[in-house]
């Protein structure tokens, strides 16, 4: 069925890139998506990325979908403390094209 | 603004009560969803709703019931049939069609049963 996987945890210093990673298994999406949750509150669009692209970049967010070996990833450049969060892979998939998700990964960023 | 509000923020409900839950959008978005989420476990669907008067069981239904009377309206209910609702409970919206199912999510509810 239809799966996605992450890491649950990360750990990066203040200033250095995080890299987020995150597999997928349907090979029929037409987007991918990354969202972000802070403590208590709702998940916010981070950014998404059409199926047929291969990179996206917007400011300090680079993704990158490797749709051979359904791999994505999301890179954060000058990770601050404000980046702490959880983030959530999710691909579009199935007849009624729900959101499938990842269980989260949660990163801590260090001063 | 446009946006999707969920309401209350917090919430307490005694053992063998049934509370409701209530999500409202402006988005002007056809589909609808809420999901519980749990440490550890991300997020789970327990009702969707692609249209109004029209919603579908996710994975983790029993104990809950929704409407959706009205396109802007998705309200949950928790029953005393549902046997451990402590949780934070996320609504969303999506245009849910043409394309793009990105989603809209309310800052949440969580209930607590004391």
């Known amino acids: 069925g239809e799966d996605v996987e992450q890491s649950l945890f990360l750990s990066v210093r203040e200033g250095d890139s995080s890299v987020i990673n995150c597999t997928y298994t349907?090979?029929?999406?037409?987007?991918l998506y990354w969202y972000k949750q802070e403590p208590g509150a709702g998940l916010q669009l981070l950014t998404y990325?059409?199926?047929n692209m291969d990179m996206k970049q917007d400011q300090r967010l680079t993704v990158l979908l490797n749709k051979k070996d359904k791999h994505l990833s999301l890179r954060i450049a000058d990770t601050q403390t404000g980046d702490s969060a959880i983030y959530f892979c999710?691909?579009?998939?199935?007849?009624?094209?729900?959101?499938?998700w990842g269980l989260g990964t949660s990163l801590a960023v260090n001063p | 603004d446009g946006g999707i509000t969920q309401s209350p923020k917090y919430l307490f409900r005694k053992e063998g009560q049934n509370v409701t839950l209530s999500c409202e959008q402006n988005?002007?978005?056809?589909?609808m969803y809420w999901y519980r989420q749990d440490p550890g476990q991300g997020l789970r669907l327990i009702y969707y709703?692609?249209?109004?008067?029209?919603?579908q069981k996710g994975d983790i239904a029993e104990g809950y019931s929704v409407s959706r009377e009205k396109k802007e309206s998705f309200p949950l209910t928790v029953t005393s049939a549902q046997k451990n609702p402590t949780a934070f409970y996320l609504c969303?919206?999506?245009?849910?069609?043409?394309?793009?199912?990105?989603?809209?999510f309310g800052s949440g509810t969580r209930l607590t049963v004391v």
């Open positions: 999710a691909e579009d998939a199935g007849n009624n094209r729900k959101l499938i």
């Open positions: 709703s692609q249209i109004v008067n029209d919603f």
């Open positions: 988005l002007n978005h056809d589909a």
């Open positions: 969303a919206s999506s245009i849910g069609r043409d394309g793009n199912y990105g989603y809209t």
């Open positions: 349907d090979s029929s999406s037409t987007y």
């Open positions: 990325i059409f199926s």
